[in-house]
């Protein structure tokens, strides 16, 4: 039915989180139909109104509307129209629960008995919804209070403690985890929660974790392990967390944290890695040592610092530093194209790559990409050097390529989207 007219809801906060595990939770405003006072459609939608705003004499006109019709508002929502409900199906308690309105969560899960563990399009709840929207403490507590399930997750394996770990909320992960919230719980796009956590550098809800026996070896379809993902938020914090727990720090091979931490200068994370015994002699792909990759990517302190506790080489004239980063120079670095067209087809020679793993869908390109060498797999993260100035910057929508494996799997697609709150 097409409205006459129509009462548009009032912008939710603007302030929501997104994330980069869920799609945004698009909170539009129904359009509420006037000229229709008895239809079903029409109480649905002032009543998903105001939920969202927290609108709690009107909800509780609304519902007492559908209750003498006979319906309930469990039973109303779904046999809506999409046009009301949108194509995500979303019901009034997780736009209530997205917009922090505990009050009307507990009129609408107590008076109107509203399943509080129903789900959306996505397999998403209410309280997956609570986490990922406005992050309300007191509505997340009263949702788990009225048997909100903390491991139902959606449909591709997002839990709300995977949520609580990216945004780093160390309050929300707390109470999830002391309502018997699974520690270890896979997504699809994201691996276990320590990995996400570990990826966007929240020491301390990683510490939380690890205190409930996180598994800090655990390798995930996404990433290779918690210690090669925090290399991505270039947390030393985290990467000491890691190993004081008791993380192999040579996991991964061929493409082992201390490789991958070479390839982009990170000198900082080199040195915790060799100071907890990390071999700098485990080659990647190719055959090549971390010294040789940081050599080639032009990183010279790296060099210096690998340089001490690195076997020499047998092919090379000059075991230097400067030797070494000379011979390790690409034939792209020189100025004799004869000599760049004589080595086009050496297999370390860095292919044509997008300018960031976004270009060609992030982990799918990882797990594309794991024939090209080691050079383009580093390129593909699209992490920089490890500046003093910006050590501390954050690296958004990377993913770690797998360890390889022999098995032929499908590329594992990122799921990203804009603001929470359109």
Same mark, same amino acid.
């Given at each position: 039915m097409a409205p006459s007219r129509s009462r548009a809801a009032s912008d939710p906060a603007s302030s929501g989180w997104s994330s980069s595990l869920r799609p945004p939770l =698009?909170?539009?405003?129904?359009?509420? /139909?006037? =000229?229709?006072?008895? *239809? =079903?459609?029409?109480?649905v939608a002032e009543l998903l109104v105001a939920a969202l705003e927290g609108d709690l004499s009107r909800a509780k006109k609304l519902a007492k509307e559908l209750s003498k019709a006979g319906v309930g508002v469990d039973e109303a929502v779904a046999a809506a129209d999409v046009g009301v409900t949108g194509i995500?199906?979303?019901?009034?308690?997780?736009?209530?629960?997205? @917009?922090?309105?505990?009050?009307?969560?507990?009129?609408l899960i107590r008076s109107c008995e509203v399943d509080v563990n129903a789900t959306d399009a996505d397999g998403a709840t209410a309280l997956t919804f609570a986490v990922q929207g406005m992050g309300s403490i007191a509505t997340i507590r009263l949702l788990l209070s009225c048997g909100a399930d903390p491991n139902k997750t959606d449909s591709i394996g997002v839990a709300p403690l995977h949520i609580a770990a990216e945004r780093g909320s160390y309050e929300i992960a707390e109470l999830l985890l002391s309502k018997e919230a699974e520690v270890d719980p896979i997504c699809e796009n994201g691996g276990a929660p320590i990995h996400v956590s570990a990826e966007n550098g929240h020491g301390k809800v990683l510490k939380l974790l690890l205190q409930h026996k996180a598994d800090y070896d655990r390798h995930s379809r996404s990433f290779s392990t918690p210690l090669a993902a925090s290399l991505i938020s270039r947390s030393v914090d985290c990467l000491e967390m890691l190993i004081e727990a008791g993380a192999d720090v040579n996991a991964g091979s061929p493409l082992t944290p201390l490789v991958i931490a070479a390839g982009k200068g990170l000198t900082d994370c080199i040195k915790c890695l060799l100071k907890a015994?990390? *071999?700098? @002699?485990?080659?990647?792909?190719?055959?090549?040592?971390?010294?040789?990759?940081?050599?080639?990517?032009g990183w010279k302190e790296c060099v210096e610092i690998l340089f001490p506790v690195t076997t020499p080489v047998a092919d090379y004239e000059d075991w230097s530093i400067d030797g070494i980063i000379q011979h390790e120079k690409t034939p792209l670095d020189s100025d004799d194209k004869e000599n760049a067209g004589s080595n086009a087809n050496n297999k370390d020679t860095l292919p044509d790559l997008p300018k960031s793993s976004s270009d060609k869908g992030t982990a799918s390109t990882m797990e594309e990409g794991t024939g090209k060498g080691i050079?383009?797999?580093?390129? =593909?993260? @699209?992490?920089? /050097?490890?500046?003093?100035a910006d050590k501390a910057s954050r690296v958004k929508g990377a993913r770690l390529p797998l360890r390889r494996s022999t098995r032929e799997r499908q590329p594992n697609v990122r799921i990203s989207g804009p603001e929470w709150v359109r």
């Open positions: =698009d909170l539009k405003p129904a359009l509420v /139909p006037e =000229d229709a006072d008895d *239809d =079903d459609d029409r109480a995500k199906r979303r019901g009034p308690l997780h736009l209530a629960a997205a @917009n922090g309105k505990a009050e009307m969560c507990k009129f015994d990390a *071999d700098a @002699n485990i080659p990647d792909e190719n055959g090549k040592l971390p010294i040789q990759i940081a050599a080639r990517q050079e383009s797999l580093l390129s =593909d993260l @699209n992490l920089g /050097p490890e500046d003093p």
